[in-house]
């Protein structure tokens, strides 16, 4: 099993500038499995007013694909509506009570100033005949897309009491086969799937992208010069570091919650995986752990006092814990099945995601109560991997195989929602979502 799980650690490692990506990286979402009665809602078609035809942008669609592509929501379609109301006076809530309609969103974008535009909306009770928010946006050309993205944040959050994810992004690696040429790609988009942009882009492996907490960098392993490298790239300025370049595996970077620090596997003093911790402004290397096994995958708790990671010191893989104020206190985390892998910790600091094998040798996602340890398996696959949570906790992205590809899916935590998210042409693997709400 030791030399199995060494493989895995090694395939997991071969597995800068910013600029727009090609339409075939697109990601796209299709929704598997929502809830049993989604939440019935109206999107009226924004009014433009002194604006230009070349001006125009349809928010109320990216909103209407947010909330469908959630699971939770079902949108009427446009050609369905009786009226399309502009102004709160106008709204005949008898009209959206005929067509079974709960919620209602209407909303207006005005011209104020050389590329300035304020965007007003409003969303409806339909049931109660009340009006639940209000409220103004500022935006330029190039922000409507995020513009719209932060009404359906807060409709989200106003209807279910969870708040939104859709103002947030995604990076991925994207690998290209043409020919005998191969193309390693770090990318990042919105939550959506829209506006993929290269973040960096090798004829070598890459592997292992970490956000910081403030969503401005990328940590990433690259094997650009033949050996594993640690980098840290900046995704709003598109500079980059060499974060750790030391003698024999650098891998698996992981930011601490302040941004200050990395955790980092590196076998740099035994030829063994151990796991360390790097002050990143100081080049200061703390080692946490001293095993004969190999110990990888490091993840930090939301109060940065603990670092979870996988370890096979029991035999088979595992997931352990660390302090890291103290170092050498290890502890075991997961003990139901053979086989417990790739930690990351949800926001509130009381769950791991995981990758579990099942009896069936299924590598499949899994959610692991830290107190209590129970563990309850929520995808699918046959080769799940690589999980991700969404900043507010209710969803886990991770990459799988169908067809012989690399896509992305995501679940909700309580796995009735299901969703995949495919690129339209090659393997995309290695999700992380990013962890804060971006501005």
């Not at 639940?132 to 330029?140: K, M, N, P, Q, Y």
Request: net charge negative; aromatic share 10%.
């Amino acid at each position: 099993m030791k030399i199995f799980f060494y493989i895995r650690v090694i395939c997991l490692l071969f597995f800068g500038l910013v600029f727009s990506v090609e339409s075939f990286s697109q990601l796209r979402i299709e929704i598997r499995q929502g809830v049993e009665r989604p939440i019935p809602i109206a999107i009226v078609p924004f009014s433009w007013q002194s604006v230009s035809n070349d001006e125009l942008f349809a928010i109320h669609d990216v909103i209407d694909s947010d909330l469908a592509n959630s699971g939770r929501f079902s949108p009427l379609p446009e050609s369905n509506m009786i009226s399309r109301p502009i102004l709160p006076s106008d709204v005949d809530f008898d009209d959206w009570r005929i067509l079974e309609v709960d919620a209602l969103v209407i909303g207006r974008v005005i011209s104020s100033g050389e590329n300035q535009f304020t965007i007003f909306f409003q969303l409806f009770d339909i049931i109660r005949g009340e009006q639940l928010l209000a409220f103004r946006l500022v935006s330029d050309r190039t922000s409507f897309r995020a513009a719209a993205h932060k009404i359906s944040d807060m409709i989200y959050n106003e209807l279910t009491g969870i708040s939104g994810t859709f103002n947030t992004q995604v990076a991925y690696i994207s690998q290209l086969s043409v020919a005998e040429n191969t193309r390693y790609r770090l990318i990042v988009s919105d939550i959506d799937g829209e506006n993929p942009q290269i973040i960096a882009d090798s004829p070598e492996p890459l592997m292992s992208p970490s956000w910081s907490p403030d969503a401005t960098k990328l940590a990433y392993v690259s094997f650009e010069n033949n050996r594993a490298s640690v980098y840290i790239q900046n995704v709003i300025e598109g500079t980059r570091i060499l974060a750790s370049d030391r003698l024999g595996i650098n891998g698996a970077p992981s930011f601490s919650p302040d941004g200050r620090h990395l955790a980092l596997a590196l076998s740099r003093d035994t030829g063994n995986l151990d796991i360390y911790m790097l002050n990143i402004a100081g080049q200061v290397l703390t080692r946490l752990t001293r095993s004969p096994s190999i110990d990888t995958e490091p993840t930090w708790s939301p109060d940065g006092q603990e670092i979870y990671f996988t370890s096979d010191r029991s035999g088979n893989p595992q997931i352990y814990k660390v302090d890291t104020r103290l170092g050498g206190n290890v502890s075991r985390v997961t003990f139901e099945g053979a086989y417990n892998a790739r930690p990351r910790v949800n926001p509130s600091g009381d769950q791991l995601a995981v990758v579990h094998r099942d009896s069936n040798n299924n590598y499949r996602i899994a959610l692991v109560d830290i107190m209590s340890g129970l563990t309850q398996v929520l995808s699918g696959g046959h080769l799940d991997e690589s999980p991700s949570f969404s900043p507010n906790g209710s969803q886990i992205i991770f990459a799988t195989r169908e067809d012989g590809l690399g896509v992305l899916s995501s679940v909700s935590i309580d796995g009735r929602i299901r969703r995949k998210i495919a690129s339209v042409v090659g393997d995309v693997r290695e999700p992380v979502w990013s962890p804060s709400f971006l501005d």
